[in-house]
């Protein structure tokens, strides 16, 4: 993190960007998660380096794309065929080459296809890079029922680092998460015995807005999290009842929940309630 918050300064040194493409193989996702942060926030240096370091074959399709050597309709039976690849390293290779592929418009509608196939891998390692690389594209292409469909699906992963990724994409794309089967994976976070996840789910519901307050069951299940058993995950509903639209918030479950919050053991749940109670 540390040479990421250094910036373009660090990537003068290229013993720097050596360490940090090693780091990008390296055994432990979240070491290649913040290598790759650090090489992305070093700016246009480090994108030189980083094709320069893309495998032989990855390499030399981007070079054929650009060219116009192969077209879209060519590109993705090739990259289809690299995620299937019975060598885990090489479906790893072709999900890490998809954000160079992203400024290819020709490719554009494509990239969301792939990832969504790598998010089926048996592979949990390439499950989790898939969920990186779909929340490093734009949000426009995230919005696509398939991706939303796909990060439902990895709501239920057992991998706690992968459903972690997948909250927060959909918190990011707010109220157009919108799919018939995000509430129902909502509902079954808000249940997991991990506090952390429970947090971010809660987050998400704080995002979808209009959305939440049309559906009975998961807006009675947003209003149940105010018995959470843990101060952070009640405090986190409050806020998220605070943010409902005007009428929404001075309905009468509402505003009983809120002023039943006010009693809460937990001084940040309280205060909380007293803010939403004021808005």
């Known amino acids: ?31 290649r998660l913040q290598a790759a942060k650090a090489l992305e926030r070093m700016g246009e240096v480090v994108a030189r380096h980083q094709r320069e370091a893309l495998p032989q074959w990855v390499a030399e399709l981007l070079e054929q794309t650009e060219a116009g050597a192969i077209q879209a309709p060519e590109m993705l039976p090739i990259m289809l065929s690299a995620l299937q690849a019975a060598d885990s390293e090489k479906r790893l290779q072709a999900i890490a ?37 779909l929340g490093q594209m734009k949000t426009a292409m995230i919005k696509q029922p398939m991706a939303i469909s796909a990060l439902t699906n990895a709501l239920r992963e057992a991998d706690n680092e992968i459903r972690r990724r997948a909250l927060a994409i959909l918190a990011e794309i707010g109220a157009a998460a919108e799919h018939p089967a995000v509430f129902p994976a909502l509902q079954n976070v ?42 952070g ?47």
Do not use: C, W
Not at 207 to 219: D, K, L, S
Not at 254 to 276: N, S
């Open 1 to 31: 993190e540390a040479l990421g918050d250094i910036g373009p300064a660090a990537a003068q040194n290229t013993g720097v960007i050596q360490a940090l493409r090693l780091a990008l193989r390296d055994a432990e996702s979240a070491v």
């Open 190 to 231: 808000l249940r997991d015995p991990e506090a952390a996840l429970r947090f971010r789910a809660v987050g998400v519901l704080a995002r979808m807005g209009e959305a939440v307050i049309h559906n009975i069951n998961m807006f009675q299940a947003l209003l149940n999290t105010l018995r959470d058993e843990d101060s």
């Open 97 to 133: 080459s998809l954000p160079h592929l992203e400024g290819l418009t020709t490719l554009h509608d494509l990239l969301p296809v792939l990832v969504v196939h790598a998010l089926y891998d048996d592979d949990d390692e390439v499950r989790e890079q898939a969920v990186e690389m």
């Open 233 to 279: 995950v009640r405090a986190k509903a409050v806020e998220a009842l605070g943010e409902l639209s005007e009428a929404a918030a001075r309905s009468p479950q509402v505003l009983d929940a809120l002023v039943a919050a006010l009693e809460d053991v937990d001084g940040g749940v309280r205060y909380g309630a007293a803010r939403a109670l004021a808005l």
